[in-house]
């Protein structure tokens, strides 16, 4: 394996190329950063850098190569990884995406970055997402638009539109990411990857997020980079209020296993009666019939949801603007200002009754899952990719009356399972006339990634994808 075999390559296999010495991290991490010297001006995926920090990081980890057993070295030893523009690590500085932002670089890193250190990551750049990432896109005033690797004229989705753009133009193997409405599985729809966005509680944090609805994850390339990070970053936390029970047996196991005859519930229709692209009804029939072939149940299901929905979920997501210290909200742009103002004029009983209205929501629609089916399959999302700044233009227009309509069409298939709790996984098994990416979304029961990565991993031998590059 030699330096021209970095690009497209998985994270699994760089590790595994780094513990037979036949790469070095050194080697990885320059490519990677080759990669971003040609395309980032290109797309604008990356948004800061640090290379002299990064390569000592490199060197370090190509020391250890040489003393430490290959057996003993962690799972990641040596792969370069982005980190996105809202979470901090300890020593850099963190934007948010936002002139406002409180200048100096954090005293702490947030948990996942902790675990990703420890699983042997070497931390490389940050990428960029909209101004505190409530939008659907990685469009802000401080960085400006970043671009599909698959088409420049179309967005990448967001909030983890940075992470998505630099795996997909090969920057980087696989790149940090969250979801707190649809922000890993977005991207992962718009730019071809494999997005999971895990259980409430399952990857440990400082805190609860858009009430444990803001997760942590990564965006990769396949289902078993997806399935080694979450082993590597998951885990029981005694700090913490809430974790997920722990799985039977590592997640990177249920790889390749058969799965089962399961019945498949298919979502054809959208809620709140928005219209569904015929590209992304394309890519959940082609799904369905590719799981009637492989011997399970597949029917059509509805998925409806309640009128108080939406402001519930809003109130939510509007005061998770408390997550943000320092800041100066005079030079954070419109819409985060009407959000502010939003948040601030609830009182504390009116969101707690949101807060419950959520938790009903979840108890109805969880009991569907093991009672009509075992999965849900639906489109990620109900649109195709949007322009590059058709949304951000949107969200700044916005009088306050009402959310984005393309946003809304966007997150209206993903953010309820983030206040479900449930994991969810957009794959890119779809592709249009034009060539661009339309994922697929599977959703399971509560707490079952393990089944999620059976089927997930079943899905992408019947329907590959890893031939297909974006034209950037």
């Known amino acids: 394996m030699g330096n021209t ?20 991290p050194v080697e990885v991490l320059d490519a990677c950063l080759e990669r971003v010297d040609s395309l980032n001006g290109q797309v604008n995926a990356v948004v800061w850098r640090d290379d002299d920090e990064a390569r000592r990081k490199a060197r370090d980890a190509a020391d250890a190569v040489l003393r430490v057993d290959p057996a003993d070295l962690p799972a990641f030893h040596g792969v370069p990884i982005p980190i996105k523009d809202l979470t901090p690590v300890a020593g850099w500085p963190v934007t948010y995406g936002s002139w406002g932002a409180p200048a100096g670089r954090s005293d702490e890193s947030a948990l996942v970055v902790d675990a990703f250190k420890r699983a042997g990551f070497v931390l490389a750049s940050r990428t960029n997402t909209p101004e505190f990432g409530p939008i659907t896109v990685a469009e802000n005033d401080r960085y400006g638009l970043t671009r599909n690797p698959w088409n420049r004229d179309l967005t990448p989705g ?20 969250n979801d707190g409405g649809g922000s890993i ?14 259980s409430r509680g399952r990857v440990p944090a400082h805190y609860n997020s858009w009430e444990g609805g803001s997760v942590e994850g990564v965006v990769t390339r396949d289902v078993a980079d997806t399935a080694a990070v979450l082993d590597a970053i998951s885990g029981f936390d005694r700090g913490q209020w809430y974790n997920a029970p722990p799985p039977v047996r590592p997640y990177s196991i249920e790889v390749g296993v058969d799965p089962g005859s399961l019945r498949i519930g298919l979502i ?42 939406l402001a ?11 997550d943000y210290q320092e800041i100066d909200w005079d030079r954070t742009e419109p819409h985060i200002r009407r959000a502010r103002s939003a948040a601030a004029a609830i009182d504390s009983l009116t969101y707690v009754d949101a807060v ?7 108890r109805s629609m969880v009991a569907r899952w093991g009672g009509e089916f075992d ?39 993903t953010a309820g399972f983030n206040m ?53």
């Open 5 to 24: 075999d970095v690009v497209g390559a998985s994270a699994l296999s760089l590790a595994a190329a780094i513990r037979e010495r036949a790469l070095s």
């Open 158 to 177: 967001g909030s983890s539109g940075g992470a998505g753009a630099a795996v997909a133009s090969g920057m980087f193997p696989l790149a940090h990411a």
């Open 185 to 198: 599985r977005i991207p992962a729809s718009c730019c071809g990857l494999v997005g999971l966005k895990v």
């Open 268 to 309: 054809e229709t959208s809620p709140f009666g928005l219209p569904m692209a015929i590209d992304c009804l394309d890519a959940v029939r082609g799904v369905g019939t590719a799981l009637e072939k492989l011997g399970h149940q597949v029917s059509i299901v509805e998925f409806e949801v309640p009128d108080d929905f």
């Open 312 to 322: 519930s979920f809003m109130s939510v997501v509007n005061s998770g603007l408390a």
């Open 356 to 362: 419950h209205r959520l938790q009903r929501f979840t």
């Open 375 to 413: 999965l849900l399959v639906s489109p990620t999302m109900t649109i195709t990719p949007p322009k590059s700044g058709e949304i951000l233009a949107e969200v700044h227009a916005n009088d306050g009356s009402g959310p984005s309509l393309k946003v809304f069409q966007m997150a209206a298939l």
């Open 420 to 472: 479900t709790g449930q994991p969810a996984i957009s794959l890119p098994t779809h592709m249009t006339a034009g060539g661009v990416p339309v994922g697929v979304q599977v959703v399971a029961g509560p707490w079952d990634e393990a089944l999620l990565i059976r089927i997930a991993s079943q899905i992408e031998q019947a329907l590959p994808w890893s031939d297909r590059t974006p034209p950037v």
